[in-house]
């Protein structure tokens, strides 16, 4: 058989696989429609924006229209969310105990009393919370305080020695979507990589397919390629379809290059889907290969950035799950893609990436079994 003969059945094999992923319901629905779920959920997580908000009760027990006047300032303000079915101590407390509330605002009724000898109004604002809630309450204390400064100016002017001022610069900043979508990305070549060939493989040795394809002149290395490229294209669609919804609903940043990009992720692709090739090739049915897949797959999904950055791992672990196959991958992506790094800059990664394809796939060509 010539090389070009070779080639051709490399290419009759890829139209096979890519029809018969799109045939399979199942297929389709892990390798397109599963990653966009988790973009949906992360989208939606982290595109709130970066507004302050607590939610809060409010005690009035002041009788003056000072103290009114403050509270319909507070419950204009976006920083509140006033619940105003709370109109005592014990709901209120009932309440933070279950972390429905961040805190209680309390006016006493001195709040706003103007005193002896005194000519504008006074009184302390009280905030109270729950030991769980100190850090959030702390952050409310600051707000509050900061708009009561803004009443004392008015009240009592004086002039300020020091002050400080705003301004805007040019540059667009990215926002916390736009460092979890490399993680999705990450997460959607390990399942495109590993579910798909694992899924597939054992069924053609069940139905016999895998062991008539041995006995005629078909090489494993051409098989190999054949699903290794169909498998590949399909991945390559569904993080084709990630980016244009993460573009179009979320208005994602890329500050890199798309296409050094493009080229990072298929090739991190390739290496992952050597993974599933391994583990498909060698179990004999979906017994074998759906606990080997779970044991693989879940310590890089949780431990390699894909959904928390690592950086919040203690620093042992950090160093063991650098060298995990997804950690360069998830890593590379996210420097290229949000701190606009080179190929050449992202070297490390790229090395650890074909490392570990190399190791792969001499492992999947020797574990590989035709029945």
Known sequence: MTHKQQLRTVWVFFV?????????????????????IFLFVFGGLNSGGNDLKFNVAVINESKTSFADDFLKQISKADVFKVNDEVTTFAQ?????SRSELDATIEL????????????????????????????AAQTLKTVIQAQLQGVNTQLAKAETPFTVASEQNNE??????D????????????????FGPINVFPELKKQGILRRLHTTPLRVWQYFLSVMFGNAAS???????????????????????FFALLFFLTLSLIMILGIGLAVGGWAKNERQAAPLANIIVFPMMFLSGTFFPRFLMPEWLQNITTYLPLTPVIDGARLIATEGQTLLQVAPQLG???????????????LFRWE
């Open 16 to 36: 096979v696989n890519l029809k018969r992923l799109f045939r399979d319901r199942l297929a389709l629905f892990f390798t397109f429609l599963f990653p966009l």
């Open 92 to 96: 209120a407390n009932e309440k933070m």
């Open 108 to 135: 006493p009724a001195t709040f706003g009393v103007v005193k002896d000898g005194q000519t504008n109004p006074s009184g302390q604002v009280v905030v109270h919370y729950t030991q769980n809630n100190e850090s």
């Open 172 to 177: 667009r900043s990215l926002s916390a979507f």
């Open 179 to 194: 460092y979890t979508f490399t993680g999705l990305l990450g997460f959607a070549i390990l399942g495109s990589g590993i």
């Open 235 to 257: 991945g390559l669609m569904s993080i084709g379809l990630m980016f244009t919804v993460a573009i179009v609903v979320y208005d994602l940043t890329v500050v890199g290059n």
């Open 352 to 366: 650890i990436i074909t490392a570990w394809l190399v190791i792969i796939y001499l492992a999947a060509f020797r």
